[in-house]
């Protein structure tokens, strides 16, 4: 049920207590131009904090790591460790170096995988020449690790979890790109159809899992931050400091595959529903979505004004997200 969908996230007794690398979400919804799913969560690892709770606090280590970005090259089933060889033609995903990257697993922390309800692949049409299911990358809206090093702090995280006074590690932001084949049906609201409140098309959410970083925030920066490290790494020496960079070959190796999506813990089935503008259009008074729906198909676009179940006498129980 879209109406019930943020509240459907579990808050007590969450996933996330028995597997830390799940995001705790909290929210998801489409960007109105139909290319992101956001992504809203917490850091669960800050709720038992206290000096008592070092077990805990051990446990929830990686909820920090999801703040941090990973470098990810595809590569295929049965090939080396560039990407190239015989393989079955199965994708899967590698740990690797910036310069190795895909362009966009640069800054990469969740693989993303989108399927739809309407036919076998997923388009619609009826004709299975697509395959059922695309998967996208999904990274943070901004990354974290240089926000606390622009404040000029030490570490994004500490091991012994005393970091709560850096609030800025508190929300977790991060967007799921929407594969090309689907974002005018996100952005115009089609993946609920009209008249209804539940969506035809989902999402999984992969973390990716790896250790979190300790180090200085500025030893793994995206490389659109080099100058800044550059020029950090000098002043740090200048004054006899010692300041080493994150080195991901020696951390992961060159052959680190990740398991499959069937074989890793997820966030599965989380559904996509209409952009927020949208889905709230008769709070807008007169907004570019006052009328709901599609501007560009009226027959589509009437009825899109929050759906059916809105007032919660849907026609079945509301499902929520599985993990």
Not at 101 to 118: K, N
Not at 190 to 201: A, F, I, K, N, S
Not at 238 to 258: C, I, N, R, S, Y
Request: proline share 9%; hydrophobic share 30%.
């Amino acid at each position: 049920s879209c109406a019930e969908f943020p509240s459907q996230f579990p808050v007590d007794d969450a996933p996330t207590d028995y597997d830390p690398f799940l995001p705790w979400i909290h929210d998801a919804f489409p960007t109105a131009d139909g290319r992101f799913v956001q992504f809203v969560a917490q850091n669960k690892r800050r709720c038992q904090s206290g000096r008592e709770m070092g077990v805990i606090k051990a446990h929830m280590q990686p909820q920090a790591s999801l703040f941090q970005h990973v470098p990810i090259k595809r590569v295929k089933a049965g090939g080396d460790a560039d990407g190239e060889g015989d393989g079955d033609g199965e994708v899967r995903y590698r740990l690797s170096s910036h310069d190795d990257a895909d362009p966009d697993g640069i800054e990469a922390r969740f693989i993303c995988r989108f399927h739809s309800t309407l036919d076998e692949d997923g388009d619609g049409d009826g004709d299975g020449d697509a395959p059922p299911y695309e998967e996208t990358l999904g990274h943070h809206n901004f990354d974290y690790d240089h926000h606390t090093f622009r404040k000029a702090y030490k570490s994004t995280f500490t091991e012994d979890g005393f970091d709560n006074h850096m609030i800025w590690s508190s929300q977790l932001l991060f967007r799921c790109p929407v594969p090309d084949r689907w974002i005018e049906t996100v952005r115009s609201g089609r993946t609920v159809p009209p008249g209804e409140d539940y969506p035809t098309l989902f999402v999984d959410v992969v973390p990716v899992r790896t250790p979190p970083r300790y180090g200085h925030p500025a030893e793994f920066l995206p490389p659109r931050y080099r100058e800044e490290t550059a020029s950090f790494a000098k002043r740090s020496r200048d004054q006899g400091k010692a300041f080493e960079l994150f080195d991901p070959t020696m951390e992961w190796g060159t052959e680190h595959v990740l398991p499959r999506v069937e074989d890793s813990g997820r966030w599965a089935n989380v559904p996509v529903c209409r952009p927020s503008l949208m889905t709230y259009a008769e709070s807008l008074e007169g907004g570019p979505y006052a009328g709901g729906g599609d501007d560009d198909d009226d027959d589509e676009g009437k009825g899109n004004d929050g759906g059916a179940d809105a007032d919660g006498e849907g026609e079945e129980d509301a499902k929520a997200p599985s993990s």
